[in-house]
Each structure stands twice: as C-alpha cells, then as structure tokens.
C-alpha cells in the first residue's frame, strides 16, 4: 500500500451533501493511562504518531470500534474503541476527534506475547455480538525487518458478557504462512443461522506465499478447522493496474493482491464472496457453496471464479448491505460507489455502479467500510494510506464519514 507520487490533479466534487462527517484526526492519539505513560512510549519509540494510521471500522452500540494496523513499528494499541452516539456525532459542525481506548484492555496490546492481540487490520461483529478479531500477528512488515515471532490466529470476544474471550484459534503455517501471510479482510457468513456454532469466516491474504500470492482463507467455527482457496488469475495484482491510480492527486503504487471482499446478503443466502486485488480494476466473485466445503484441487476453483467485470478505478475496502448493494471504493476518483443487486443478477457490469460521492479532500483512499445497523448508514472510513508517512498533522489525514441507505449489514435481514 505504499509507494510514489506525482502529478497533482484537481478532482471534481460530488455528493457532498449526503456526507455527515462524524469523527476526524490529524494524528492518531490514545488514553493513556498517564501522561508519563505516554511521554515514557514517545521516548522509547513505543509511539511513533505518523506511524498510526486507521484502516478498520465496526459499529456495535453505543462503541465504535477501530483497528490501527501495526505495519511499522510505534503502534502501542492496534485494537481500539471510542464512545459512539449517532445523534451527537452527526451534528452539523466540527467532527469529533477522541483519542482511542484500547480494547479489550492495555494488556491485551502487548507487542511481543502471542498470547496478547499484536496486528488488527479488520474485525467483525455478529449478530450475537461476537467481535471475530482477525490478528496478522507478523508486525513491521513495511520495513526491511519484520517481526514474525507470532502466528496469525482469529481470536472471538463477547461485547455482550464483559468482551470476555471465547474461542482462539491459531491458522495452521500451511494455510496462512506465518512468516509471509497479511490477513487483510474477513467477513462472516451467518446463513446457516441457529446459534452460531456453525457459522464461518472467509479472510482476505493479500501477501500468502512465495511464487503463489493471495488467497482465500476460510475458517469454520463448527469444526475448528481452517482450509486456503486460491487462483492464479484472480487473486494477484495486475501489471497494468498495479501503478496507476491517482489518489488525492498522487500516483500510487498498488502491487498488492486480494485485499477486499464482501459477502452477499443473508437474503440471498450468503451465496456469493465478492473480492478483488488492490492492484486490480476487476471484480470477481466465488460460489460459498465451494468455499464452505474443500476443494479438491485449484482448477476446480478457477473454474468457479466469476469475473463480473471492470471497475472504473481500483478500490479498496468494499462491503454488501442487506438489500445485497454492493459498495466499493473508487481510488483513482477519491470516491466511492454502489452497485445495487438487481444490476448485478440482471448481467451489469461494476463499471456502471452508481458513484455515490467524490470528494477530493475527504474521500482520499477510502479504504473500509461499517454499518450502523441501528440508524441505517454505511461508515466510510478515508485514511489517506497514499501518504503514509508523510503526514501533515496540521490537515485532517482520517476521516469516518456517514451515509443514509436504510439498509443495514449483509447478516441481517432488511
């Protein structure tokens, strides 16, 4: 997700009105537990502020919650809460900026144990309420040192009984390689209903392994087992697309691989995993029928795969409401678009999505996407990942957007 820039360019803006501007940061900022606490983590580089960028968001009453990645070292909490009451953040004026609360705990944070939570890009929340962190665990793998001491595991937290953990489990090396692996995205397929025991995860990896690349991971609760699904051709970065996009006026290098999925809707009996490269214009998608259940070799999975076409710039995150609308970012046009289920059942194509908002200052590199499944908007993280490093603390870098679609989440009905 790094790379160079050049070229600025002017962007024409569109939707603004429809966007609420709920929270927003220069810089990213905990509460700490002390100022000397704070002081003592600057100083021994615990803390490294432009190195803290937020790339995750999950609504779950009255807390949102946020994910910091630890792609370089300075991240001193990677998983993280702040208060969140719709009616009072949606006021017109100026965004909130809280600082993040650690969650579940400052303990929980601790670089180096593996039985702590070490990298958090994305998380998500049933209809139970239980959070399924997705832990990287290899660190600082943006530098030429990364720290691979701890394995990837998925760890299960009960935001209805005190965040207590349920369930931990560890991806075995031959499914998520422990010294290679960037388990990216997860969403949680919910169709089988009953009392969750039996439900799973598909997971986006973007890095996988040497010479093969991306793949789909995916775990299934009711066996505690975990099994990888990958192709060749629709998993990995294009040449062409991989250095092409200009993000808030820079050109940014994409030479990354499946990055994000979204699941189709519980109406539509989850049938569907969308997914697509970040160094990609194509959208695909894979039958979970096949997901769900091995397959016995890889060309049974390329013959799965489904190209639903090209998009008009690469994206991001992306994520389905439950009226089965796919939403999507639009990096090359700081936007973001959605693709409604009856164009996509009736042989549309993702390039004519309707483009829902541009925004030039706002909507540089929209990288995930939330739900308030109570009030009905979709969260709209910005993060500005094009300049990563290069952060101007007195502009806004992040920014969590709101917009009304009466829907709610892919696990929910309508």
Same mark, same amino acid.
């Given at each position: 997700?790094?790379?160079?820039?050049?070229?600025?360019?002017? @962007?024409?803006?569109?939707?603004?009105?429809?966007?609420?501007?709920?929270?927003?940061?220069?810089?990213?900022?905990?509460?700490?537990?002390?100022?000397?606490?704070?002081?003592?983590?600057?100083?021994?580089?615990?803390?490294?502020?432009? !190195?803290?960028?937020?790339?995750?968001?999950?609504?779950?009453?009255?807390?949102?919650?946020?994910?910091?990645?630890?792609?370089? +070292?300075?991240?001193?909490? @990677?998983?993280?809460?702040?208060? $969140?009451?719709?009616?009072?953040?949606?006021? #017109?004026?100026?965004?909130?900026?809280?600082?993040?609360?650690? *969650? +579940?705990?400052?303990?929980?944070?601790?670089?180096?144990?593996?039985?702590?939570?070490?990298?958090?890009?994305?998380?998500?929340?049933?209809?139970?309420?239980?959070?399924?962190?997705?832990?990287?665990?290899?660190?600082?793998?943006? @530098?030429?040192?990364?720290?691979?001491?701890?394995?990837?595991?998925? #760890?299960?937290?009960?935001?209805?009984?005190?965040?207590?953990?349920?369930?931990? *489990?560890?991806?075995?090396?031959d499914v998520a390689s422990h010294t290679h692996s960037f388990l990216n995205d997860l969403v949680i397929d919910v169709s089988s209903r009953g009392d969750g025991s039996d439900w799973y995860a598909y997971v986006s990896d973007t890095?996988?392994?040497?010479?093969?690349?991306?793949?789909? #991971?995916?775990?299934?609760?009711?066996?505690?087992?975990?099994?990888?699904?990958?192709?060749?051709?629709?998993?990995?970065?294009?040449?062409?697309?991989?250095?092409?996009?200009?993000?808030?006026?820079?050109?940014?290098?994409?030479?990354?691989?499946?990055?994000?999925?979204?699941?189709?809707?519980?109406?539509?009996?989850?049938?569907?995993?969308?997914?697509? +490269?970040?160094?990609? *214009?194509?959208? $695909?998608?894979?039958? @979970?029928?096949?997901?769900?259940?091995? +397959?016995?070799? /890889?060309?049974?999975? /390329?013959?799965?795969?489904?190209?639903?076409?090209?998009?008009?710039?690469?994206?991001?995150?992306?994520?389905?409401?439950?009226?089965?609308?796919?939403?999507?970012?639009?990096?090359?046009?700081?936007?973001?678009?959605?693709?409604?289920?009856?164009?996509?059942?009736?042989?549309?194509?993702?390039?004519?999505?309707?483009?829902?908002?541009?925004?030039?200052?706002?909507?540089?590199?929209?990288?995930?996407?939330?739900?308030?499944?109570?009030?009905?908007?979709?969260?709209?993280?910005?993060?500005?990942?094009?300049?990563?490093?290069?952060?101007?603390?007195?502009?806004? !870098? *992040?920014?969590?957007?709101?917009?009304?679609?009466?829907?709610?989440?892919?696990?929910?009905?309508?």
């Open positions: 997700m790094t790379g160079c820039w050049i070229n600025w360019v002017e @962007t024409a803006d569109l939707g603004n009105s429809s966007l609420r501007e709920l929270y927003s940061w220069r810089v990213v900022d905990y509460e700490w537990p002390s100022n000397e606490a704070k002081d003592a983590a600057l100083a021994q580089g615990d803390y490294i502020p432009k !190195n803290n960028i937020i790339a995750g968001i999950r609504v779950w009453g009255d807390s949102m919650y946020i994910s910091v990645p630890r792609w370089l +070292p300075g991240v001193p909490s @990677t998983l993280n809460w702040v208060p $969140y009451n719709f009616s009072e953040v949606s006021k #017109v004026g100026e965004p909130l900026s809280p600082p993040l609360n650690p *969650f +579940p705990s400052w303990e929980m944070q601790e670089v180096g144990n593996c039985s702590a939570i070490q990298f958090v890009q994305s998380m998500e929340i049933d209809p139970l309420g239980r959070m399924w962190v997705l832990d990287v665990g290899r660190r600082n793998f943006f @530098t030429d040192t990364p720290d691979n001491r701890c394995p990837p595991k998925l #760890v299960l937290l009960d935001l209805k009984q005190d965040n207590r953990m349920l369930h931990t *489990f560890v991806f075995p090396d890095h996988g392994y040497p010479g093969t690349g991306g793949g789909i #991971v995916v775990y299934h609760l009711g066996t505690d087992r975990a099994w990888r699904v990958s192709d060749r051709a629709s998993m990995n970065y294009e040449d062409g697309a991989a250095s092409k996009a200009i993000v808030g006026g820079k050109v940014a290098m994409m030479m990354a691989n499946v990055d994000g999925i979204g699941l189709s809707s519980l109406a539509e009996g989850a049938d569907k995993l969308f997914y697509a +490269p970040l160094g990609s *214009f194509n959208l $695909y998608s894979l039958p @979970t029928s096949l997901l769900r259940n091995p +397959p016995a070799n /890889s060309s049974e999975v /390329s013959r799965a795969v489904v190209n639903l076409g090209r998009r008009t710039s690469q994206g991001d995150g992306m994520a389905v409401d439950s009226t089965g609308t796919l939403y999507f970012g639009l990096l090359n046009q700081d936007g973001f678009a959605r693709w409604p289920r009856e164009a996509r059942v009736t042989e549309g194509n993702p390039s004519d999505a309707e483009v829902l908002a541009v925004d030039s200052v706002r909507l540089q590199w929209v990288d995930s996407f939330g739900f308030d499944n109570i009030n009905k908007y979709l969260v709209v993280l910005s993060n500005r990942i094009q300049i990563l490093q290069q952060q101007n603390t007195s502009e806004v !870098n *992040f920014r969590l957007l709101g917009y009304k679609i009466n829907a709610r989440s892919y696990m929910y009905p309508n």
